[in-house]
C-alpha cells in the first residue's frame, strides 16, 4: 500500500490550504485515516482521524475548529481542508492509514497505523 499525499505549500496566516492523501494498492479495502505533523525540532503530533467508514472523526485540540478531515471511500482518499492557519501550524503533514479496522472511533496514535506517506510542506507566513 502506498499512500500519496499532496496540497501542501506556503500560505499567509489567516490562509487556508487542502492536503489530500490516496492510498493505493489494496483494492476494495477501507482504510482508517488520520493526518500527523512534524515540527522542526519536535516531536510528531496527532491532528485530526477519521475512522474507516468516514462516520466518526476526531481532533488534536488546536485543529479543532479550523481543520476538517474528510474521506472518500470510493476513492480511498482523505483530506485535510485547513482554514484560519497560523504560523504555529507550520511543519511536515504526514498521512496515515491501516486497513482491517473496523472500528467506530479514529485512531490516535502512531503506532495504530500502518501505512505512512512521504509528507508534505505547509508553512505559514506571519
Known amino acids: 500500500v502506498q499512500l500519496q499525499a499532496s496540497g501542501g505549500g506556503l500560505v499567509q496566516a489567516g490562509g487556508s490550504l487542502r492536503l489530500s492523501c490516496a492510498a493505493s494498492?489494496?483494492?476494495?479495502?477501507?482504510?482508517?485515516m488520520g493526518w500527523f505533523r512534524q515540527a522542526p525540532e519536535k516531536e510528531r503530533e496527532f491532528v485530526a482521524a477519521?475512522?474507516?467508514?468516514?462516520?466518526?472523526?476526531t481532533y488534536a485540540d488546536s485543529a479543532k475548529g479550523r481543520f476538517t478531515i474528510s474521506k472518500d471511500n470510493a476513492k480511498n482518499t482523505v483530506y485535510l481542508q485547513m482554514n484560519s492557519l497560523k504560523p504555529e501550524d507550520t511543519a511536515v503533514y504526514y498521512c496515515a492509514a491501516v486497513a482491517g479496522h473496523y472500528s467506530a472511533y479514529p485512531f490516535i496514535a502512531g503506532y495504530e497505523y500502518t501505512y505512512w506517506g512521504q509528507g508534505t510542506q505547509v508553512t505559514v507566513s506571519s
Open positions: 494498492g489494496r483494492s476494495g479495502t477501507n482504510y482508517a
Open positions: 477519521i475512522n474507516w467508514s468516514g462516520s466518526s472523526t
